[in-house]
């Protein structure tokens, strides 16, 4: 065999093993890519509640621990983790700093969240370093009193706080800022008085502030209507409004609006869950094509409707927009009340 046959040859072998081993490289990477993109769903589901039990936060993950039982989605339930601490900033603070990819936990958010978040008090964390995920109800603020409680209405409430603002101690899960002190200061501006007057008891989580109102070491709470209505309906509180733009349906008709009463006064409160910025692509789109799935039973339809929630449906990008616009909203509504610095 001549030089030019054996050259020839070379190259060919050469050529074949490249070729090879460019296909087991190929191979490699695309079994990698796979096994990367197949999530089967999460191992140890979790839902953080950042909060004590028993308040707003608390319904948020009992309605997802709920929702994917019945809906036959995770056949054991997932467990509720109590996370309290800035009425969200530890829970946002853990996820982003130290359990970014965690694909098993799902954290509940609400109006309140992005109230703060608005407002810097998650620390150096904005709303655009975790992924949202989805938001799954809304209710509206309510404020309300312990059923024997002298105070019978709103306009009760009202003349007292006019004549005394500091006489009335109104008691809610987190800081002057929150999202219910904005609801008692929006009704104490609506009626001429000072926010900063009135006596203001902040609490780790609505459950708390239920419990002290119920107890008389507080004239009112101030909370989201759904966190109030087991409560009310076992006769132990009284609503004296809710903070929408009119009467709520099924239970809640007989509760007046703030705006009924001459009070120009709506808060609502969409609530759902968030997840840590590094989860994989596959294991954020298997939970929102889940919450997708479950949004769309029926059988979440009456779980939500027993919660006291009305319907609210938004998932993954649509959802990340709409947080995004309303914490520019509240930044405004926060720099109008002092709380925040105007851009």
């Known amino acids: 065999m001549n030089k030019l046959s054996y050259l020839a040859l070379g190259l060919s072998v050469l050529s074949l093993t490249a070729c090879n081993n460019a296909n087991e490289t190929a191979s490699t990477d695309a079994a990698a890519t796979d096994s990367a993109s197949e999530f089967a769903g999460p191992s140890r ?5 950042p909060a004590k039990p028993g308040g707003g936060f608390d319904l948020t993950c009992k309605l997802a621990q709920a929702g994917l039982k019945e809906t036959g ?5 997932m467990r509720v983790t109590y996370m309290p601490g800035g009425v969200g900033a530890v829970a946002y603070n853990k996820i982003v700093a130290n359990d970014r990819d965690n694909s098993d936990a799902i954290i509940a958010f609400s109006t309140g969240s992005i109230l703060n978040l608005s407002q810097g008090k998650f620390g150096k964390f904005n709303e655009k ?3 949202w995920l989805a938001g799954v109800g809304t209710d509206y603020g309510a404020v ?3 059923a024997d409680s002298d105070i019978k209405s709103l306009e009760d409430l009202v003349n007292v706080l006019k004549t005394d603002p500091k006489s009335v101690s109104f008691g809610a899960g987190g800081s002057v800022g929150g999202q219910d ?3 008692t200061a929006m009704l104490a501006k609506a009626v001429g008085v000072n926010p900063s007057d ?4 902040a609490m780790e989580g609505g459950g708390e502030a239920i419990t002290a109102v119920m107890g008389n070491h507080i004239t009112a709470v101030s909370a989201g209507i759904a966190e109030l209505m087991p409560q009310a309906t076992a006769g132990k509180l009284r609503v004296l409004a809710v903070f929408a733009d009119e009467r709520l349906d099924g239970s809640m008709s007989d509760i007046p609006t703030a705006k009924e009463q001459g009070y120009d006064v709506t808060w609502p409160v969409v609530r759902g869950y ?5 989860v994989s692509p596959s294991a954020y789109n298997w939970w929102k094509e889940t919450f997708d799935k479950v949004l769309a039973d029926p059988k979440f339809a009456e779980i939500r409707e027993q919660q006291e929630l009305l319907p609210f449906s938004m998932t993954g990008e649509e959802l990340q927009e709409y947080v995004y ?4 909203e509240l930044r405004e509504l926060s720099a109008e009340y002092g709380l925040v610095e105007t851009q």
């Not at 968030?274 to 590094?278: H, L």
């Not at 616009?325 to 520019?328: A, P």
């Open 45 to 49: 589901p979790e839902c953080i509640a």
């Open 73 to 77: 989605i995770l056949e054991d339930p």
């Open 198 to 201: 009135m006596t203001y008891v």
């Open 274 to 278: 968030y997840m840590g910025p590094d």
């Open 129 to 131: 370093d975790v992924k």
């Open 325 to 328: 616009k309303r914490t520019g």
């Open 144 to 146: 309300a009193v312990n």
């Open 181 to 183: 002190w904005m609801q």
